[in-house]
């Protein structure tokens, strides 16, 4: 069993920057893909980046690809999410997630937790 909990998100103006981080219990943190995804309002929930075992590869959608960028401490148990250059269809729910497998990263099938959400609004 894996806890997530995300903090880091607030409202920001477009253009500007945020930290999402993501602290999962129990110590086998290691071993498990992590990923953020992301749900508007009205929209369903997709993926964002996500980051394999050993935090060697790293994968991203193309909207966000060039600003957000995934990794993980795993000796914190935290995976973090920097995202600059924010835009107003940035703004959503953003999830955690962690998964068993570093295969499939962009599929919300291969995740078995997942964390509450944190709220992220960009102003124009």
């Known amino acids: 069993q894996v806890q997530l909990v995300e903090s880091g998100g607030g409202l920001v103006q477009a253009g500007g920057s945020l930290r999402l981080s993501c602290a999962a219990s129990?110590?086998?943190?290691?071993?498990?893909?992590m990923a953020w995804f992301r749900q508007a309002p009205g929209k369903e929930r997709e993926f964002a980046a996500a980051?394999?075992?050993?935090?060697?590869?790293?994968v991203y959608a193309d909207p966000v690809k060039g600003r957000f960028t995934i990794s993980r401490d795993n000796a914190k148990n935290t995976v973090y999410l920097q995202m600059i250059s924010l835009k107003p269809e940035d703004t959503a729910v953003y999830y955690c997630?962690?998964?068993?497998?570093?295969?499939?990263?962009?599929?919300?099938?291969?995740?078995?937790?997942w964390g509450q959400g944190t709220q992220v609004a960009v102003s124009s």
């Open positions: 997630a962690a998964g068993p497998t570093d295969l499939a990263l962009t599929r919300q099938g291969s995740y078995a937790y």
């Open positions: 129990g110590r086998t943190f290691s071993s498990y893909a």
């Open positions: 980051i394999n075992r050993s935090g060697i590869r790293t």
